[in-house]
């Protein structure tokens, strides 16, 4: 596992622990309401003998949830807790079915408290574990509220004085005969109950599934706009769908590459005097606005940008996705910067900018250390894009396009401007332009 991984992994463990958290909070403040609710209802319906026993089981189950609410979140809680609690319900419930009265106001046998549906306060606590988002929490709350219900069960029929089962009909009873012992209020089936309980664990286990499939989901786009903040990181906000989904692939590591491409170097005219009379703010606001144009531009011809120096852009195409025609998309992003150049303002300023383009083998990959990389391409035709961009001012050009550019793209309509010396090649290097934009001021 990468750091990278490791840390992505933790991110998304918090975020879950915290969406766990506020689930919580929101099912216990359901919860403490409902029970009072509900607690104040039976008090007042079931008459003044029973209103103590409910008022104080009400009573438990609120506090234990205040309890609870206070501790989430807190310096106390623990992965643990949460089950803890779940099981603090369970028990109280379990205990009170197997203990409470079937009905003070009547003398019942206790064997009717299986009559009054007791059994569906199991699915208010699996509902309270589903606020969690938890999984392992949501199976566990079927699990221990069907044992909570068999064992509350098992006692009231360890206890009863005699109990009747569904083998207590006799076959081919007449309806008068199945009424007797389904009526009697003695009737305890165990079938009964093993097929509520097991029904509790089927629903909490399909809630489980459901959830687990709800997580994963999550997951898969937390995963996926962590990827896209990367590449983000890495290139800026333009990039080209296709070199973002390739990215996305890589999950942001792309190995050194050498390959041939086309490097775009553009560089701002004039840049030294507009910086004295705009100052530090004033030519931020206009750079800002120019390269956001030239972004554009450079990303929807399938280029990226690897750097931003100063006011120059170094953009690359052909990496780190394959396009046959990065010498064209070069070519057409150049141009069309210049144009788009001519006829704007930026922050309320008309500037130019020259352009080199040339195409040649370069290394490529993700460079950097402490946690803080770039994609960034080497060679000699990124310097050779460089020094051609420079020229320009000499030739009094804003565009020059290297030989081995102008090769790959024989129709483009190119002007051969002479045989130059570019610093750092032995031979004279052909460079060509293309008519675009005049040049409106000198650095």
Do not use: C
Request: aromatic share 10%; no cysteine.
């Amino acid at each position: 596992m990468t750091a990278e991984t490791g840390q992505f992994d933790t991110q998304i463990r918090a975020t879950f622990r915290r969406a766990e958290e506020q689930g919580l909070k929101i099912a216990l403040r359901g919860k403490i309401v409902a029970v009072a609710l509900l607690v104040s209802y039976l008090a007042v319906t079931r008459g003044p003998a029973s209103a103590p026993v409910f008022l104080m089981a009400g009573a438990l189950f609120i506090v234990f949830g205040m309890l609870h609410y206070w501790i989430i979140g807190t310096s106390r809680d623990r992965p643990w807790v949460k089950y803890v609690f779940i099981t603090i319900d369970i028990a109280l419930l379990s205990v009170f079915v197997a203990l409470g009265p079937a009905d003070l106001n009547h003398e019942l046998p206790k064997a009717m408290t299986f009559r009054f549906g007791g059994f569906h306060y199991y699915y208010v606590i699996v509902a309270i574990a589903g606020f969690s988002f938890s999984p392992g929490l949501m199976l566990w709350a079927g699990v221990a509220g069907s044992i909570g219900w068999v064992g509350a069960f098992y006692y009231v029929l360890g206890n009863a004085d005699r109990a009747l089962q569904w083998s207590d009909v006799p076959a081919g009873a007449t309806p008068e005969q199945f009424l007797a012992v389904v009526l009697d209020p003695h009737f305890l089936p165990f079938g009964t109950r093993l097929q509520e309980s097991m029904l509790l664990i089927i629903i909490a286990a399909l809630l489980t599934l459901v959830m687990s499939r709800a997580r994963r989901t999550v997951y898969a786009h937390l995963e996926a706009e962590a990827e896209r903040r990367n590449v983000s990181d890495l290139f800026g906000r333009h990039v080209p769908r296709s070199v973002a989904e390739l990215m996305i692939e890589a999950r942001g590591e792309l190995a050194p590459t050498e390959r041939q491409a086309t490097v775009l170097f553009a560089d701002v005219a004039g840049f030294t005097n507009l910086t004295e009379r705009l100052g530090p703010t004033g030519i931020t606001n206009v750079l800002n606005a120019y390269f956001d144009d030239a972004a554009n531009i450079i990303g929807a011809e399938g280029g990226i940008i690897t750097q931003f120096q100063g006011d120059a852009i170094l953009a690359v195409f052909n990496l780190p996705a394959s396009d046959p025609d990065h010498a064209g998309a070069a070519l057409r992003a150049g141009t069309r910067m210049l144009e788009k150049v001519a006829s704007s303002r930026y922050d309320g300023e008309t500037i130019g900018i020259r352009v080199g383009i040339n195409t040649g083998n370069v290394v490529a990959g993700n460079v950097g250390g402490g946690g803080r990389e770039n994609y960034t391409v080497h060679g000699d035709a990124v310097n050779a894009a460089a020094r051609l961009e420079a020229m320009n001012k000499d030739l009094g050009t804003t565009l020059l396009v290297s030989k081995s550019t102008a090769d790959l793209v024989p129709h483009a309509g190119l002007e051969r401007v002479g045989s130059v010396d570019v610093r750092g090649q032995s031979d004279q290097t052909v460079v060509f332009t293309r008519p675009v934009v005049s040049e409106t001021s000198d650095d």
